[in-house]
Nanobody, 125 residues
Framework: QVQLVESGGGLVQAGGSLRLSCAASGRTFSSYVMGWFRQAPGKEREFQAAISLSDGSTYTADSVKGRFTISRDNAKNTVYLQMNSLKPEDTAVYYC??????????????????WGQGTQVTVSS
């Protein structure tokens, strides 16, 4: 059974930074794609970034490109989301997700089989 545990959320002022972590356990993840999504109240879950654990390829939503960076530490089975220049509109619950293998629909949350419990990020103005 795959388990994903997010950490690193919290309250930060606008312009600040946070780094989210997602620790994966339960199996070998070398062929997996890991993604970060967020969901604000009353809104749909929205793709932020994804990374292939096999070759390190990254995919970032245009809306956060230049501010958010996804990275991995394969030895620790951990994926990170570095978030800089945070804005109040970045406030949401951030979720880590995993799927086996690449999919062209990596932005679609329904393409991911495994999810973490989420971590709250609140950006004050």
């Amino acid at each position: 059974q795959v388990q994903l545990v997010e950490s690193g959320g919290g309250l930060v002022q606008a312009g600040g930074s946070l780094r989210l972590s997602c620790a994966a356990s339960g199996r070998t993840f070398s062929s997996y794609v890991m993604g970060w999504f967020r969901q604000a109240p009353g809104k749909e879950r929205e793709f932020q970034a994804a990374i292939s654990l096999s070759d390190g390829s990254t995919y970032t939503a245009d809306s956060v490109k230049g501010r958010f960076t996804i990275s991995r530490d394969n030895a620790k089975n951990t994926v990170y989301l570095q978030m800089n220049s945070l804005k109040p509109e970045d406030t949401a619950v951030y979720y880590c997700a995993a799927r086996r293998g690449y999919s062209p629909q990596y932005r679609d949350p329904q393409r991911y089989a495994y999810w973490g419990q989420g971590t709250q990020v609140t950006v004050s103005s």
